[in-house]
Each structure stands twice: as C-alpha cells, then as structure tokens.
C-alpha cells in the first residue's frame, strides 16, 4: 500500500523559508520519478518541481525557479523540497505525487504572511 507522509509545511514570514519532506512506504521509491504540486484555495491544483529517480533530471515550474530545490534521499525513501524567498503567492496547501503511481500525499499547508 503506497504511502506518502508530508510533513514540514507552517507559518512563515514573507522572504523566510521552510523545508518540506515527503516520507514514502509501499513502493521501491528509488525507481519512481517523485514531484511536488501545490493547491491554493479556490485554485487548480499546479505542478510544481519533479525529479528523477537518480535526481539528474530535475524541472520547476517558472513561478519557483531559483528559489525552490527539490531533492530526495533513496536511501531514507525520502523527497524534499527546500524553498526559499517565500512570498504570500506561494501560500497553498503542497502534495508530494508519484506519477508513475498516480498516488498522492494527505498534504502539508504553507503559509506565507506577516
């Protein structure tokens, strides 16, 4: 049974960062490309970052380029996702996804405000 536990989201100041994580049971994590999307409210649910399963190929998207790294640790079954120069826009609810499995975690809500 496939799970995804994300945990890392909260409160923080616009230009303040915070780091997600994403634990994963009940597949060989290290075979499956793992991604971040993000669901604002009253918003579509939006791609965010992907990664490989080796972390060579990685994509963001436009609105987090340079300010958000997604990694993963295979040996923990583990991807993260550091963001940085937070900004209110970035306030939502994140969800770690395995495409190739088309599972998704329960979600962990950032927010970004003074």
């Known amino acids: 049974q496939v799970q995804l536990v994300e945990s890392g989201g909260g409160l923080v100041q616009p230009g303040g960062s915070l780091r997600l994580s994403c634990a994963a049971s009940g597949f060989s994590f290290s075979g499956y490309r793992m991604s971040w999307y993000r669901q604002a409210p009253g918003k579509e649910r939006e791609f965010v970052a992907t990664i490989g399963t080796d972390g060579a190929i990685i994509h963001y998207d436009a609105s987090v380029k340079g300010r958000f790294t997604i990694s993963r640790d295979n040996g923990k079954n583990t991807v993260y996702l550091q963001m940085t120069s937070l900004k209110p826009e970035d306030t939502s609810v994140y969800y770690c996804?395995?495409?190739?499995?088309?599972?998704w975690g329960q979600g962990t809500q950032v927010t970004v405000s003074s």
């Open positions: 996804f395995v495409p190739g499995l088309v599972s």
